[in-house]
Each structure stands twice: as structure tokens, then as C-alpha cells.
């Protein structure tokens, strides 16, 4: 079964930058990236499929970026110019039958 691993989170200031990492173990196929902040639902933020296209959530759109390194069975999400309400940990989820659903990974946007 394919594996997910996400990397890259961390502590980050208002108006700093994180990219975020999810290696498959297997072929990339339509993924996308949630996050779930504390007493939230996991949303759903950016989207690829397997042909390239890309989709955002309005509340990132303009400052996150979806992309990926076929080669390297991995996607990567830019998040530019974050903001408090972006804390939450982020998951990447390979859209297969049944999804497969990496650990996730921890961004905390703090003074």
C-alpha cells in the first residue's frame, strides 16, 4: 500500500513563508492538501489532479501554491504571506479507492 509523509511544518511569524512536503511511496495520482485546526473540521485547502490542475480554497488561494516533482513522488505546498487562522496540522491525501492519508504535520503561525 502506498505510504504518504508529510514534512516541512513548523513555528512561523505573521507574514512568513513555509513549504510543506508529501512523499509518496508510490506514484503520485490526484492528491490534495487539508488542514484541521483545533475544534475544526478538516478542510479541504488545494487540490491537484493527475493531470496538473490545480484548485485552492478561497481562504488560501493567492498565497499558497500546489506543485509537484513526478520524479520524486512528491507534492509541495508554498504558503506564502501566512496568517494566524492558517495554524492547524496539515495532511496530504492521495485521492485513490479508498484515500490514503499521510501523518500530517504541525504549522503553528505565532508572535
Known amino acids: 500500500q502506498v505510504k504518504l509523509v508529510e514534512s516541512g511544518g513548523g513555528l512561523v511569524q505573521p507574514g512568513g513563508s513555509l513549504r510543506l512536503s508529501c512523499v509518496a511511496s508510490?506514484?503520485?495520482?490526484?492528491m490534495g492538501w487539508f488542514r484541521q485546526a483545533p475544534g475544526k473540521q478538516r478542510e479541504l485547502i488545494a487540490s491537484?489532479?493527475?493531470?496538473?490542475?490545480?484548485e485552492y480554497a478561497g481562504s488560501v488561494k493567492g498565497r499558497f501554491t500546489l506543485s509537484r516533482d513526478i520524479a520524486k513522488n512528491t507534492t509541495y505546498l508554498q504558503m506564502n504571506r501566512l496568517i494566524p487562522e492558517d495554524t492547524a496540522v496539515y495532511y496530504c491525501?492521495?485521492?485513490?479507492?479508498?484515500?490514503?492519508w499521510g501523518q500530517g504535520t504541525q504549522v503553528t503561525v505565532s508572535s
Open positions: 491525501r492521495r485521492n485513490s479507492i479508498p484515500p490514503i
Open positions: 508510490g506514484s503520485l495520482f490526484s
Open positions: 491537484i489532479t493527475s493531470d496538473g490542475e490545480t
